[in-house]
Structure formats: structure tokens, C-alpha cells
């Protein structure tokens, strides 16, 4: 089975902190992407990678950066926390062999910035 | 661009049957996803149907696809309260990131 995992499930941070969110996959997979999601708003798209080193900003890129020196790891990062960035943040990766790119998520790490 | 829509809402009394509708925009999907979300957790990949398919069974999930206009259905037999969730509808064109729809809450009630 594919395994995603995050870093932390809850995370406590104060405004203008640096905030680093860690994903790990155990499958090889060459997509790994951050999503944030917010009620009423769904899934949205802040970064995305195809390899190591590579990232394309995805949705909404702005308040965020990643970090990709390992395959198997997608770091997410706040360079400074704002309350507006309260959310739950999903990482997911994906496979590009064959003509299936479904993605596999993580449990997600609910983050609060007081 | 791509856009996938999903109503937001959906209650069902436990042992009927549910229904949860997206359309989508891109004909030029290749495979489209529907994804279960549990309380306070990750997506979880139910299903998938490739676009040259109109139908997919797996246990008590049918999966219906009408290419033609652009629609997909999921149902879910015999519903339990197990199935109480987010579902979230998605479609991919290639090697690129899935579009989500904003997925449908169903409720279910015994």
C-alpha cells in the first residue's frame, strides 16, 4: 500500500513564525503536491513538484514556499504565519507511469496560527 | 480552465440507496476519481473510471459516466453510516494535478 505521512496531525504556531510542514512517501512516486483545504472552499492547490528540486506554484502559491531535495520528501513552508493561514494542509503524491495519476493523500496536519 | 462541480450536500435515511452527481468541463479527460474523506482525515481513493467506459461496479459502488455530457454519478448501495463523509469527485488529462471538485457531504441517517 502507498503511504503518505505528515509530520504532525496538529500544529499550534503564532503569527509570524516560519512554519515547516514535512511529507514523506514510501512509493517512488514522482508527483507530490500541497493542498490546502478550507469548509466550503474544497481542496486548493498551493505547490506541486514532478521531480527533485522542481516545483510549479499551483492555485494559490502566495504566503507559502516548498522545499524538494529528496524524492520521497515535499517540505511546505511558511515563511511568516498569518491567522489567514489557519487551515488543514494535505500533501499527495502521485505515480507518472502508465495513464493513471491518481493521487495518494496523507492524513493531513491541522494547522492554527494565533 | 478545467472545472469540476459537485452539490454540496446530500442525506440519506440507512439502507437507501445514495446518489452524488459532479459534471466536469475537459473532454479531454482521461480518468476520473471519486475520493472519500472521513472526519479529520486524508482523501482516501474509492474508485475510478477510465473515459472510455460508461460503467464501473465494485461492491456496493456503481460508478456511471456520460461522456456525451460530461457527467458522473456515484452510487453507493445500501447505505450505512460508515459512509457518512466527504466525497469528492476528480478528473485528470494527463500528468498533471487532478481537479477537485468541492466535495459533496453526505449525511446519513438511521
Known amino acids: 500500500d502507498v503511504k503518505v505521512t505528515q509530520s504532525s496531525r496538529y500544529l499550534v504556531k503564532r503569527t509570524g513564525e516560519k512554519v515547516f510542514l514535512e511529507c514523506v512517501q514510501d512509493?517512488?512516486?514522482?508527483?507530490m503536491f500541497w493542498y490546502r483545504q478550507d469548509p466550503g472552499l474544497g481542496l486548493r492547490l498551493i505547490y506541486f513538484?514532478?521531480?527533485?528540486?522542481?516545483?510549479e506554484k499551483g492555485d494559490i502559491p502566495e504566503g507559502y514556499s516548498v522545499s524538494r531535495e529528496k524524492k520521497e520528501r515535499f517540505s511546505l513552508i511558511l515563511e511568516s504565519a498569518s491567522t489567514n493561514q489557519t487551515s488543514m494542509y494535505l500533501c499527495?503524491?502521485?505515480?507518472?507511469?502508465?495513464?493513471?495519476?491518481?493521487?495518494?493523500f496523507g492524513p493531513g496536519t491541522r494547522l492554527t496560527v494565533t | 480552465g478545467e472545472d469540476v462541480e459537485q452539490s454540496l450536500f446530500l442525506s440519506v435515511r440507512e439502507g437507501d440507496s445514495s446518489v452524488i452527481n459532479c459534471t466536469y468541463t475537459?473532454?479531454?479527460?482521461?480518468?476520473l476519481y471519486w475520493y472519500k474523506q472521513e472526519p479529520g482525515a486524508g482523501l482516501q481513493l474509492l474508485t475510478y473510471?477510465?473515459?472510455?467506459?460508461d460503467m464501473k461496479q465494485d461492491q456496493r459502488l456503481t460508478v456511471l459516466l456520460n461522456k456525451k455530457d460530461k457527467h458522473l454519478s456515484l452510487r453507493i448501495a445500501d447505505t450505512q453510516t460508515g459512509d457518512s463523509a466527504i466525497y469528492f469527485c476528480?478528473?485528470?488529462?494527463?500528468?498533471?494535478?487532478?481537479?477537485f471538485g468541492k466535495g459533496t457531504r453526505l449525511s446519513v441517517i438511521a
Open positions: 499527495a503524491s502521485s505515480s507518472t507511469t502508465g495513464l493513471r495519476y491518481e493521487q495518494y
Open positions: 512509493m517512488d512516486h514522482e508527483n
Open positions: 513538484s514532478y521531480d527533485v528540486k522542481m516545483k
Open positions: 475537459d473532454s479531454s479527460s482521461t480518468y
Open positions: 473510471i477510465f473515459s472510455n467506459m
Open positions: 476528480a478528473e485528470s488529462t494527463g500528468n498533471t494535478p487532478l481537479v
